[in-house]
Every structure is written in structure tokens, then in C-alpha cells.
């Protein structure tokens, strides 16, 4: 009895799909704040506040992320009926603007809880997925939402805590793709080929107002072991796309890559640094699942189907953060998947 | 350009792997009240006490998930390096338990959230991703315990509530599965060879002592769609399995279902209506992801093996019961995903 040697993984940690499920569309929807930021041009949607008719800021999550499935589903000219799975996750306890989400959508769904690194766990599952021929199409989607954030993670907004320099802002909003197999894809289209699993690393960080530093050995990790498993140098890719390091934990996660002669200056993008602009007083940058999530399903992809970059690595990160278990004096660890977009065609 | 009909979909929510894993290996891990209930003989390990040595029931969660899959890996005969992925996940907020659990195994980490259906959704994941040739083995692995989930999702034990006789008991308890492709199985083995995935499901229950009643629609509505799109009837299973819908939940289920003209008397199996002896005074019985994991990791897999069982469909049963949106007057739904093991061999 012998174990049969997967056909499609690479190295230790990595896949690369041999008939990968290419982008049928892409959706976001954004708060005020993240509209008035670099990429709130490129948003589908911006909340004019951030309860959008609902009671609660729960509410008013669950139901962003489900129009921001119904967005997409519109733009990829789909019916709910049409989508095979939907994988998804967002910060608040029990996933509940996924799972009510999911309610109301009526998709067959796997609930996921990566932190903020959920958007790149549920496009690499939704990938392999795809690309395994179990299903024909999957919606990866999640939300994050500052209000509901603050509320369960630190204090309530009420108290007008001041927050440090380093605290970042947790970002509202809510991002979708649909991934689907064709038989004769578009040109240009992107694909998702590929991607790392991540490993829960933890560094000891015990600072609930520094998840930059909690999640950069994460990104670290899994950046080296892509590159190790894929035999790929920074070179390859016209970008590197991390979560929401924030300012501080992009510093820090670059020092890091150096210390294993990696350089990734003028390659390294993060969401939760660019979002904001400077006059916003975001402090450190945002973060969330929602971060990357918009960032990928509006600047990202529009920037590749206009050509500006060919290959990219997006790798959500996410700070394992539990307000019960840190005040059990855990530390706080983090994780962070990579997945591999490819555009194609002319 | 043409949606490609996957080739291992069947029906609408439904799989069929083509190249099946088999099980390894499984472990399972219980408290001392589940060791002196129906299945206490068969688990591997029953703990003295809860704390298991820890400061806290969370930690003892966490340890009690991090043990069951090193034992499972054990009797498998494979070190974590080995293991290519794990999938899990918990009751805790922030799935803290199988996180930490992650940190300490070191095997790159897919988070689940599916309440007590965590079993059902990590085994129906790791088989595809290992089926569809992405990994060669998984480890799918999910807990829970008794005075955390008390803590968290209910009252302070301290309080000495009393409980209703609709309410159940959850399970202090980790089951691990780890699967894998082999070329030359041995004979006899157990395969995980489809499944179906769930949807959502809200009936409008709002009772927190009754997550029989919330995960009883969601466990006739898979049932049903698995009969349909698998052209399937009850007589085609030696056992219908269901997670934790404790002895009110099930006759609900069986009431739902033979409004759709399956009858399943004879062949049903409630994991939580089982677990407890009647003179433990478990009221409805027990829930829990670990409720149906140590069931399906000890009893279930025994009995395959001795050929008393050769095809049963595995079902764990979740209510997405979350404190913080139930205080804002939202309903429970429920969500139930099914996985087919089959005996191959002689």
C-alpha cells in the first residue's frame, strides 16, 4: 500500500491547478470612509452610512455581503441557481453576515473563518474546487465592517477611546468573485492557477492594537515557502499583494523576507496600507477581510484586464485574534494564503 | 464562450468523487461523561477532567484537538510533515481551539465555521481537495467541549441554570479523520466517495434551549436534495447519520421527511439522541461538533470495519445559533452537509 503523490500539488505546501476556473466577475461594495480613500473610485457601490436601513451594524454587514454576491451575480449575467457553492467568512462570532448571507441566497455553503486572510482562503478552496470538476462555478465572498469590528474585538465606539498609531481601522465593505470552468474563456481573462496554504504561525505579539505585527511572520512564511515550493523569485510576479499589514507590519514583514534574501521592494503591495489616504488619519492603514477583498475585486482586477499587471500573488493575511483568549494570555497568531492570478489571452 | 458542466457534480448540490480517499486513520478523544455513555468503550482516550491539565476549558479544547489528530497520525503511522492540510474548526469564537490546535501541529490550516456540522463540512472538503488530486493527505479534525461552549453560547455554569428537557448536552470530545489517495488500498477500507453540500436553512426558530428544532429543516432539506440528485433512496444506505438533532430534533426531522415520502425508521441514527445512557439525565441528548465526531471517529468507523455497515450517509447538523445576533431578535438557522463513506474490500 503506497501513498499515491498529488498530481497537482507543489512542494510542501503549494497547488498549482492543471485547468484552473477563471474570473466570471468580480464585486465590492464599500463604507463612506473607504470611498473617500485611493480606490473609491473603482467601487461598485458606496454606502452613504454605515447601517444601510438595517437596525444593527450586524445587519447592515450580512446584508452588504449579500449584495455584494447579488452584484456579481448580475454582472456575470448569473441566477443564484447557477452558482455551485458559495465559500465565505467574515470576522464576527459564529461568521453571521456570512451565514445569514448565505440564508438569503439560498447557495449551498461552506462556511469559513480565516480572519482577515478569508478572502484568499475561500479563493483558493473555491479554485481547487472548480478545478477539480466538483463544481462549475463558486462564489467567494466576505465582509468585514469597522462598527461591528470595533464592538466585538475592543471597546465600544461609544467609549471615544483613543486609539495608538498603531491600530489600524478595520475597513467596511464586502468583496465577491465568481469563479467559473469554460470551455473558451474571453480574451483577456484572469485565472486563478494556483496558490499556498498557510501555516498558523505566532510570534508572540500579545498587542490587540498591532495586528501588523501579529500577522507578518505569517506572510513571511508562506511568501518563502511559495517561492521554495513553486521554485519562483520575486521576479516572477509583477506584484505581491498582502491582507492589511498595515504600515508597520509591511515594514516589518519586509525586513523579514531580507533576513531570507528576499526583496520584494516596489513589488510589495498591501491593501490595508494603500487604502486610506494620508489625510484620513487611518493611523497604521486598514485591515479586515473586507481590505483585501475590495482591493482585489476592484483596483487589482480592473489594473490586470487593463493589461498593468500579468501575474500576480494575493495573499490575504489574517491576525488570529480572540478577545477571550487573549485575556487568558494567549498571544496572537496569524495565517496567510497565497493564490496565484494569471491574466491571459491578448 | 460555455460554462464547462463539471464532471464529478451531480444534481444540484451534489458530488460524486471519481477518485475516492480513503481513511487512514481516526482518533477520537472524550470527556468523562461521554466515557461513561453509550460509545464510552469504543473512544480512544476519555479525560479525568475537563481542564485536561490547562488554565482554562479553552485551552483544554485546544489541547484535546492538537492530541486527537497526533493520535490519529500515530495509528497512521505518519509524522505532521506528512499531512499535507488540515481542515477544522470549532464552537469557540474565532475557532480558537482548532487555531491554537493548528499552531502547535504546524500543518498548513484551513479554518472552518459550520457550528456543529464541522465534521461533515471538513471530511466532504478534504475529500475533493485530495480526490480531485490536490493533496495526497488531510487531516479533517473539529471539538468540542461541554463548559466552554456553555460559557460562551449560554449561561455561566456557576449559576446553576436549570435547564429545559428540550435542551442538549454538549460534547466534550475531538474526532480526527485522516485521509488519503493510495494506490493499492488495503482490504478491507473506508472510502469517502461524494456528499452533498447544504444550504442555509431557517425555519424561524428562536429558542436557544431547542437546536433540535433549528437543525431539523436543514437535515431533511439535504437528505432530500441527496436523494434527488443522487437518484438515490434510503434503501441505497445501511444508516442515515445525523449530528447532534437530539431526540426532539430527530422526531422533527422524521416528521419533515415522510412529508416528502421518505421514510427512514430503521435506518436512523442521531449521534446525539445516541450518546448519553437514559439514567445520565442528558435531557434531549448531546450536540456539539465533537458530538458527531467521536461518534463517526470510534462507532461508526468500527462497525464499518467489521462489516456490519458498508454504505452510510455521515451528516453532521449545525444550528448557527450566535448570542450577539439573537439579542438583536434574529431567528436560528441551520445548515447540514452529507458525505458518503462506503466499506470497499472484502
Known amino acids: 500500500m503506497a501513498l499515491i503523490q ?3 500539488r507543489r512542494g510542501a505546501h503549494s497547488v498549482e491547478i492543471a485547468a484552473p476556473p477563471i474570473v466570471l466577475a468580480t464585486a465590492s461594495i464599500a463604507g463612506d470612509m473607504e470611498g473617500e480613500g485611493r480606490f473609491g473610485d473603482e467601487f461598485d457601490k458606496i454606502l452613504e452610512d454605515d447601517l444601510w436601513g438595517e437596525e444593527s451594524w450586524e445587519k447592515a454587514e450580512s446584508k452588504m455581503l ?3 454576491v447579488r452584484l456579481a451575480l448580475a454582472k ?4 443564484e441557481d447557477q452558482i455551485d457553492v458559495l465559500l465565505g467568512g467574515d470576522l464576527l462570532n459564529q461568521i ?3 451565514n445569514y448571507a448565505a440564508r438569503q441566497l439560498g447557495i449551498p455553503f461552506f462556511g469559513l473563518y480565516g480572519a482577515c486572510s478569508t478572502m484568499s482562503e475561500s479563493l483558493l478552496l473555491g479554485a481547487m474546487l472548480v478545478g477539480g470538476g466538483f463544481f462549475t462555478t463558486a462564489a467567494c465572498a466576505v465582509s468585514s465592517h469597522f462598527s461591528s ?14 486609539r495608538p498609531l498603531s491600530a489600524q481601522r478595520t475597513v467596511t465593505g464586502s468583496g465577491a468573485t465568481i469563479l467559473g470552468a469554460f470551455s473558451d474563456p474571453p480574451s483577456p481573462h484572469i485565472a486563478v492557477v494556483g496558490g499556498t496554504v498557510g501555516r498558523v504561525i505566532d510570534m508572540g505579539i500579545d498587542d490587540v492594537n498591532n495586528m501588523g505585527a501579529a500577522m507578518a511572520p505569517a506572510a513571511s512564511d508562506t511568501i518563502v515557502q511559495h517561492f521554495q515550493d513553486m521554485n519562483r523569485s520575486v521576479d516572477d510576479y ?3 499583494i498582502t491582507g492589511d499589514l498595515g504600515k508597520y507590519g509591511q515594514m516589518h514583514a519586509t525586513e523579514l523576507l531580507a533576513e531570507q534574501n528576499i526583496y520584494v521592494e ?10 486610506f489616504k494620508e489625510a484620513q488619519d487611518a493611523h497604521a492603514g486598514g485591515s479586515g477581510c473586507g481590505c483585501s477583498a475590495i482591493t482585489l475585486n476592484s483596483h487589482i482586477v480592473n489594473r490586470m484586464m487593463a493589461g498593468q499587471y500579468h501575474r500576480v500573488l494575493f495573499m490575504a493575511t489574517g491576525a488570529l485574534m480572540s478577545p477571550g483568549i487573549a485575556q487568558q494570555g494567549e498571544t496572537i497568531p ?6 496565484i492570478l494569471e491574466r491571459r489571452g491578448a
Open 6 to 8: 498529488a498530481a497537482q
Open 66 to 68: 449579500e449584495q455584494t
Open 76 to 79: 456575470a449575467s448569473l441566477h
Open 96 to 98: 453571521i453576515a456570512s
Open 149 to 162: 469590528a470595533e464592538r466585538q474585538y475592543r471597546n465600544p465606539l461609544e467609549l471615544g477611546n483613543q
Open 238 to 240: 509583477d506584484l505581491i
Open 266 to 275: 516596489g513589488k510589495f503591495f498591501d491593501c490595508g496600507e494603500r487604502m
Open 334 to 339: 496569524g495565517v496567510a494564503h497565497a493564490v
